[in-house]
């Protein structure tokens, strides 16, 4: 047995999907459950059957450095990211869940079983967690060029040295690698889809949630927010909303209709980010609020769609495939799910060389929200993780 972890398995791991142990059955759909009342026994009990590796606190704060500040590699929707080193020489990246932060235990939980069932090479591998007293604690492999937003946007650059270094960053992605990125993202989202044992929606896709490997190549990361379906449901009707501003579908933030096609959504916005370059709430007007979604979609129809391009990629775009994930990003965010692509046409719109005929519709354009004072204004929304419940407080605007 290894010094710094436990291993609880059976013989027939990844065979079943998680099932909560009986004495939590009663709260099995209460997201809030307490994290102090869950301890390692629990989770013994809970993942019966499942190959997870059990790591002790104190050979996670050996391999942090006590999380030290230098380590952390950014900040998740439920607490930081940190680098650490185990015992053994292993680089490995250690995701802190805050005390404070509204993960609750079966979210938590959700993350560990379903990163643990899925094998696909577009998807982060999960190594193993850490229970212990208020600590909840999920450890991944270390991805070492971090992730993608770090170099579509800049982020957490404010440690450079060089005023330059953004761009400098965005041109370490080039078209050719900016086009694998993208097929690669649509890889996983397929296999979520359709090939895992369960269909999954992840509910979160977005750019600082693409974690690159040495050669660049991406990964699907953060399921903490994920649905898992059977393969006989198509849809799910929730009371409480989760994910990312900017990035959900229509359906989903008013209505709290969840499915395949609401990951398709935010794979429109996602590819549509990447080929700019800039995130769906940087683009601004003096006299009207304009997102990327409506920017794309009025140089598309004015036939000026190249000039959505992020210019750091100067010579190195090919302009038909430019032009090809820009209609297809554009399909991607249509107003009704129903006139989505699936991730399958996805990937055969983007591989195959043939001419699209389907003609993108008006797509959803941004969200509006009724301000605390009462006044209803027009405005881009943040983009930051966020919880809440159905209310009558946001309306999508783009109708056809």
């Known amino acids: 047995m290894d010094r710094c972890c436990n291993r609880i398995c059976s013989a027939h791991t990844m065979s079943t999907p998680f099932m909560p142990s009986k004495r939590k059955a009663g709260k099995s759909n209460d997201l809030a459950d307490s994290i102090e009342s869950y301890d390692v026994k629990d989770l013994e009990a809970d993942f019966k059957g499942h190959d ?7 050979s996670i704060l050996e ?22 080193i185990l015992a053994i020489g292993q680089e490995v990246a250690v995701k802190r869940l805050s005390k404070t932060s509204g993960q609750g235990i079966m979210e938590f939980k959700n993350e560990l ?62 078209w050719k690698k900016r086009f694998n990125i993208i097929e690669g993202i649509s890889q996983g989202l397929l296999y979520l889809h359709k090939y895992s044992k369960l269909k999954i929606i992840h509910r979160d896709l977005k750019a600082s949630n693409i974690v690159l490997d040495e050669n660049m190549h991406p990964k699907i990361a953060d399921f903490g927010m994920a649905r898992m379906f059977t393969q006989q449901e198509s849809t799910i009707n929730t009371n409480r909303i989760v994910g990312t501003y900017g990035y959900m579908s229509p359906e989903y933030a008013m209505e709290g209709v969840c499915s395949t096609k609401s990951d398709v959504y935010s794979f429109g916005v996602l590819l549509l980010e990447i080929v700019c370059g800039r995130k769906n709430n940087s683009f601004y007007d003096d006299h009207r609020p304009l ?12 036939g000026e769609y190249l000039k959505l391009m992020d210019p750091t990629l100067n010579d190195t775009f090919v302009p038909d495939e430019v032009k090809r994930c820009i209609h297809v990003g554009l399909l991607c965010v249509e107003q009704y799910a129903n006139d989505r692509p699936t991730m399958s046409d996805v990937i055969s719109m983007l591989t195959n060389k043939y001419e699209l005929t389907t003609i993108p519709r008006r797509p959803a354009f941004y969200v509006r929200r009724d301000i605390l004072d009462g006044e209803t204004t027009s405005k881009v929304p943040d983009t930051d993780t966020y919880s809440t419940t159905i209310s009558t407080s946001c309306e999508v605007e783009g109708k056809i």
């Open 52 to 58: 997870i590796k059990v790591f002790n606190f104190t």
């Open 63 to 84: 391999a942090t450095m006590d999380f030290s500040p230098e380590n952390k590699l950014g900040q998740g929707g439920y607490g930081p990211v940190y680098k650490g």
């Open 113 to 174: 079983v379903l990163i643990c069932e899925l094998q696909h090479t577009n998807l982060v591998q999960l190594l193993g967690c850490c229970i212990h007293e208020e600590e909840r604690i999920l450890i991944y492999e270390y991805m070492p060029n971090k992730s993608l937003d770090f170099y579509l946007f800049g982020e957490n650059m404010l440690k450079s040295i060089f005023a330059c270094d953004i761009v400098q960053k965005k041109k370490l992605l080039d």
């Open 291 to 302: 997102n990327l979604i409506r920017h794309a979609w009025e140089l598309w129809n004015d």
